[in-house]
């Protein structure tokens, strides 16, 4: 029986392999960043994960902090209870609690091109969305039903810069 190539060879020092960079491979593939601030100054390196999340209060197996009624062929409802964990760092999910609760902002906004074009549009045809189908500024030839969207969402996303284009448009027009 045949013996395999390399079985028999002695391994070789391979000088062109940069050894600190496979080390910092190797570490960050063993230890991924934590993405989360809280739970990454909690997490003590020298203990497993369950262990760790057990500690901060987090549930490491969602199966066993929830478990599911098992109907058995008795009759009887089994009911799977997991390892009663003793949270160590309760100021961790106090922190997650308390970023949970902040509302989030809306960030979205639109561009003043397509701000121009709604204040255009109402200001030349007020509601009428079937007119501003056919204006002539309408270069994109949006439907009555696109160009109404593109209003309310300028409602929506600039509701104080609306409230104020409105109130001008009905004092130049009581003006006029």
């Known amino acids: 029986m045949p013996k395999a190539k390399k079985s ?5 020092f391979d000088y ?5 960079k496979l080390m910092k491979k190797f570490i960050k593939k063993c230890n991924p960043r934590i993405e989360n601030k809280q739970v990454r100054n909690a997490w003590d390196d020298k203990k497993s994960m369950a262990r760790n999340l057990q500690e901060m209060g987090l549930a490491f197996d969602p199966n066993r902090t929830l ?10 409802d089994q009911v799977t209870k997991g390892p009663a964990g003793i949270v160590t760092k309760p100021y961790v999910i106090n922190q997650l609690q308390e970023e949970a609760d902040r ?3 809306d960030s979205k906004t639109l561009s003043s091109d ?3 074009y709604a204040q255009y549009m109402v200001r030349e045809h007020v509601d009428d ?6 204006d002539e500024k309408n270069y994109y030839q949006d439907t009555p039903k696109q160009i109404k969207r593109k209003i309310s969402e300028y409602k929506r996303c600039h509701p ?14 009581a003006v006029q």
């Not at 062109?16 to 600190?20: A, E, L, S, T």
């Not at 478990?67 to 009887?76: C, D, T």
Request: aromatic share 6%.
């Open 8 to 12: 028999g060879k002695r391994q070789k």
């Open 16 to 20: 062109n392999q940069d050894r600190k």
């Open 67 to 76: 478990p599911i009624k098992k109907s058995s062929l008795l009759g009887k």
């Open 103 to 105: 509302p989030e902002k």
């Open 114 to 116: 397509l701000i121009e």
């Open 129 to 134: 969305f079937k007119a501003m189908a056919m």
């Open 160 to 173: 104080e810069n609306y409230s104020a284009f409105i109130a001008s448009l009905a004092a130049s027009l």
